[in-house]
């Protein structure tokens, strides 16, 4: 059975502008590796209606899941809930759920539910809800959808409340090895050997730590005997190399 | 006159598996944000050559000028240069000039060009090259296509080496002001003040430090004029909210 796929749709001007570093991105992506969810591609568009209603149709049709970051939230900018309701079709809706959350905190603290508190209420119609401990909003899933907050700490919560929500696959192994040699060096070897495994993929990753100019070579695949092999003959293979 | 537009595709696998942090997307939109070129999109995908030639392909259409970074190198994993050469329909050849550096090296410290390395010398036909001062070998231009190296340092110069070649626009200013107010408290004159201000692009981004809650207005505009008005009436509305 193949692995489900995904893809992340990151909604922001501020990564956009260099403003602000994606961290959100490599958190979804190291959970999903655990997961055996393979993340096929991330895209990265502007707060802008017509962007987010075309990505999110082209990719929510091409992918088990769609992870999308940022736009929650009771300011004008935040338009993700909406967009998503219009790629979907779908009636954008007061949520009773989350309405109650508003008026128990907003009650509790003495202060009124404002138009701009409300909006943070709206969903596409049907949608579930991602519970976070960090903030009041909950995130929400539409369909294959599932939309997170742009704050890392609160995207991470939100993602955790996703989990149990996704079929898993087979997790892809991966195993390494670091040589003080430069990728031109091995690099023929290393091609015949992703010949020989052509169920393993193989990458090649240059460093350079204090001035030493070094290779990191990582196999991975979900065929965990095949890897083993390959990575025993790598390491042999490496062995040549070490001084 | 429009400003021109661009986009980025990282080309990593290292990316969408979690393991590396691409901070070259952050380094490009900073660098082009200053020479008034608006960037709309950043896409990272796997180093598959269908998806880089169908994703060159869709996006040097759409927009002025296209970075890649990634996937340069001696390696079977790099497969950038080869993937351009097919979207744009090229020969995919040895240029003489990115040979004639690697002999003169290979040569210097007494060692062969083995096809690994050679390699490196080749390019979609006819492409400029951009040469960089950390490695040896330089990233190269296809039509609007500039293709850098993955590795932060080796792509930062590249970059540099890539301004002389890029059209500039009216660069977006920006101005912001940071408040100890909840979003939910400012997203109503917000919100009145960017329906007045079409031609100011109008974020908000909520921060936690040391435990406070505050908002981070940012407005951005080529129209430096209507820009400091806008900011001037975003002041005295801040000022409502300062205790």
Not at 79 to 108: G, H, R
Not at 152 to 157: A, G, I, L, N
């Amino acid at each position: 059975m193949k692995n489900p796929s995904a893809a992340i749709i990151v909604i922001g001007n501020e990564i956009l502008s260099g403003r602000t570093l994606d961290l959100n991105s490599q958190e979804i992506a190291t959970t999903l590796i655990k997961l055996g969810i393979n993340l096929i591609e991330i895209r990265t568009i502007a707060d802008n209606q017509n962007m987010i209603v075309k990505t999110v149709q082209e990719l929510s049709t091409n992918y088990s899941y769609i992870f999308t970051t940022g736009g929650i939230g009771p300011t004008h900018d935040d338009i993700t809930a909406e967009s998503i309701a219009i790629a979907f079709n779908l009636p954008y809706i007061l949520n009773q759920q989350i309405y109650d959350i508003l008026q128990n905190y907003y009650t509790q603290i003495g202060e009124k539910i404002t138009p701009a508190r409300k909006k943070m209420a709206y969903t596409p119609k049907s949608a579930k809800l991602l519970y976070n401990n960090v903030s009041l909003i909950p995130g929400f899933v539409t369909n294959n959808v599932f939309s997170l907050a742009g704050i890392p700490q609160v995207m991470k919560s939100m993602l955790t409340s996703a989990i149990p929500m996704l079929k898993t696959g087979k997790v892809i192994k991966s195993k390494s090895i670091k040589i003080i040699v430069r990728e031109s060096q091995i690099a023929e070897p290393f091609k015949n050997l992703q010949r020989k495994y052509n169920n393993v993929d193989m990458g090649s990753y240059p460093f350079t730590e204090n001035g030493i100019h070094g290779t990191t070579l990582l196999l991975r695949s979900t065929d965990y005997t095949t890897l083993n092999s390959a990575f025993e003959e790598l390491n042999k293979i490496c062995q040549k190399y070490i001084l």
